[in-house]
């Protein structure tokens, strides 16, 4: 036989063990699949319903609404200050004789007295601003709680953009991983068959088990995502999200930066400079007399010369207050300082929210400019590792380029990953800007 022919045959030989040793070499392989989900998988909701069950079930909430009923009870303390006030006495006293004047007994051994005491208090001043003072409280405390519900349904949006960043990362890591384990085999099934070379195979290899860390440590972004969404819903366990995201549509830039003067966070500072200012007015009450009328019907047992069994009494109490020590001033300096420090955060606040409108929108512009070309390098980087691939199988590279290829095309899917959910988040920022979230 002619060394050309002993070649064709040996070629021949090597292809058909290849062919025959290829099923063998897959079953022989393990099995990377993804792990399995336990058997109670996650509640699956929408960006809405999770919302409005985090601001239903979220501790945050509960304690914002439980402020607003505490400043109501102070409204109600306060008020007490300018209502009528009753308050009944009865008092026993035992001497240890009876005091006489001749036949007169002015004070007997066993007396029995008693009266109610009613207050009216017609000019109280203080507890008239005391009043009003708190109802402001309960309006700051009504926009703070407001504030809270934004700040939870911002907190929850983002944990539930999350969980969908992370599926998306898993699936690029899954198709990652399969194209690792193509690539593996074939390169494990070449040197089986005499074909192929070690380090090719041992290169696969090595990379497909880089690629399985990577997927392993994307299903535990996962859970702890899923987690950190059941905490914020004050779920039992994990939730998960939807495929599919809507964040509705977008404000206008004008449109944006005028309603961004009425997010809630902005209406608080509001409040409080209009708290500031009435607290301020109100140092007046420090000036202004006290006037009480004070009624009292008693009964005495046994009666005395100066006081009957029974009878009662009025009183007008008129209390001007004159010289405090500068106690008024320092109050009046006070408020007027507490004044200016709210009309400074407002001020700031102000500010904070347009530059916070006006980058939301210029970081979503240029987030939805970087996925298209991420998308774009996307796409090239798949079709640079099919062509590897296939020269790599036609015998015209190495597996050195079709695993720089993987490489790159795993990082491309990763990069549209990550600018998909930085296109998300920068919506979402945008929305809580302007003051359109929830």
């Given at each position: 036989?002619?060394?050309?022919?002993?070649?064709?045959?040996?070629?021949w030989?090597?292809?058909?063990?290849?062919?025959?040793?290829?099923?063998?070499?897959?079953?022989?392989?393990?099995?990377?699949?993804?792990?399995?989900?336990p058997?109670a998988?996650?509640?699956?909701?929408?960006?809405?319903?999770?919302?409005?069950?985090?601001?239903?079930r979220?501790?945050?909430v509960?304690?914002?609404?439980?402020?607003?009923?505490?400043?109501?009870?102070?409204?109600?303390?306060?008020?007490?200050?300018?209502?009528?006030?009753?308050?009944?006495?009865l008092?026993?006293?035992?001497?240890?004789?009876?005091?006489?004047?001749?036949?007169?007994?002015?004070?007997?051994?066993?007396?029995?007295?008693?009266?109610l005491?009613?207050?009216?208090?017609?000019?109280?001043?203080?507890?008239w601003?005391?009043?009003?003072?708190?109802?402001?409280?309960?309006?700051?405390?009504?926009?703070?709680?407001?504030?809270?519900r934004?700040?939870v349904?911002?907190?929850?949006?983002?944990?539930?953009?999350?969980?969908?960043?992370?599926h998306?990362?898993?699936?690029?890591?899954?198709?990652?991983?399969?194209?690792?384990?193509?690539?593996?085999?074939?390169?494990?099934?070449?040197?089986?068959?005499?074909?192929?070379?070690?380090?090719?195979?041992?290169?696969?290899?090595?990379?497909?088990?880089?690629?399985?860390?990577?997927?392993?440590?994307?299903?535990?972004?996962?859970?702890?995502?899923?987690?950190?969404?059941?905490?914020?819903?004050?779920a039992?366990?994990?939730?998960?999200?939807?495929?599919?995201?809507?964040?509705?549509?977008m404000?206008?830039l004008?449109?944006a930066?005028?309603?961004?003067?009425?997010?809630?966070?902005?209406?608080?500072?509001?409040?409080?400079v209009?708290?500031?200012?009435?607290?301020?007015?109100?140092?007046?009450?420090?000036?202004?007399?006290?006037?009480?009328?004070?009624?009292?019907?008693?009964?005495?047992?046994?009666?005395?010369?100066l006081?009957?069994?029974?009878?009662?009494?009025?009183?007008?109490?008129?209390?001007?207050?004159?010289?405090?020590?500068?106690?008024?001033?320092?109050?009046?300096?006070?408020?007027?300082?507490?004044?200016?420090?709210?009309?400074?955060?407002?001020?700031?606040?102000?500010?904070?929210?347009?530059?916070?409108?006006?980058?939301?929108?210029e970081?979503?512009?240029?987030?939805?400019?970087?996925?298209a070309?991420?998308?774009?390098?996307?796409?090239?980087?798949?079709?640079?590792?099919?062509?590897?691939?296939?020269?790599?199988?036609?015998?015209?590279?190495t597996?050195?380029?079709?695993?720089?290829?993987?490489?790159?095309?795993?990082?491309?899917?990763?990069?549209?990953?990550?600018?998909?959910?930085?296109?998300?988040?920068?919506?979402?920022?945008?929305?809580?800007?302007?003051?359109?979230?929830?």
């Open positions: 036989m002619s060394s050309a022919a002993r070649f064709h045959f040996r070629r030989r090597a292809l058909v063990a290849l062919a025959l040793l290829a099923p063998a070499a897959a079953r022989a392989e393990p099995d990377h699949a993804a792990p399995v989900p058997e998988a996650p509640e699956k909701l929408t960006l809405s319903q999770a919302v409005q069950r985090a601001l239903a979220n501790p945050g509960t304690v914002a609404t439980a402020d607003i009923a505490r400043a109501e009870a102070l409204i109600h303390q306060a008020r007490a200050g300018w209502f009528p006030a009753l308050n009944g006495n008092t026993y006293e035992h001497l240890d004789h009876a005091r006489t004047l001749g036949n007169v007994v002015e004070l007997a051994q066993d007396e029995l007295g008693g009266n005491t009613l207050t009216l208090p017609l000019v109280q001043a203080q507890a601003t005391s009043t009003w003072q708190a109802q402001d409280n309960r309006r700051i405390a009504e926009a703070s709680a407001v504030d809270v934004r700040q349904a911002q907190a929850t949006a983002r944990a539930y953009l999350t969980v969908v960043a992370q998306r990362l898993i699936i690029a890591a899954e198709t990652a991983r399969a194209n690792a384990k193509d690539h593996y085999e074939y390169a494990h099934t070449r040197f089986v068959g005499g074909v192929g070379r070690s380090i090719d195979e041992v290169r696969a290899q090595q990379d497909l088990a880089a690629v399985d860390v990577q997927v392993e440590s994307t299903y535990v972004a996962l859970a702890r995502a899923r987690e950190a969404l059941g905490v914020l819903l004050a039992a366990g994990p939730v998960d999200s939807v495929d599919q995201v809507d964040m509705g549509a404000p206008t004008p449109g930066l005028a309603s961004a003067q009425d997010r809630p966070d902005v209406r608080v500072l509001q409040q409080r209009l708290a500031a200012r009435r607290l301020k007015k109100d140092v007046w009450a420090y000036y202004a007399p006290f006037v009480s009328a004070v009624g009292q019907p008693f009964f005495q047992d046994p009666p005395t010369v006081m009957p069994r029974t009878g009662w009494q009025v009183e007008l109490t008129l209390s001007l207050p004159i010289y405090d020590g500068g106690l008024r001033s320092g109050v009046a300096e006070e408020r007027g300082a507490l004044l200016d420090q709210a009309r400074a955060n407002l001020e700031g606040s102000l500010r904070q929210a347009q530059s916070d409108v006006r980058v939301a929108f970081a979503m512009l240029r987030a939805d400019q970087a996925l070309a991420s998308r774009d390098a996307a796409r090239l980087a798949r079709r640079a590792y099919e062509l590897a691939t296939m020269a790599y199988r036609a015998g015209a590279s597996n050195i380029e079709v695993l720089d290829a993987a490489r790159q095309a795993r990082d491309a899917d990763t990069a549209v990953a990550q600018a998909e959910d930085q296109s998300r988040q920068s919506r979402l920022d945008l929305l809580v800007a302007a003051g359109k979230f929830p």
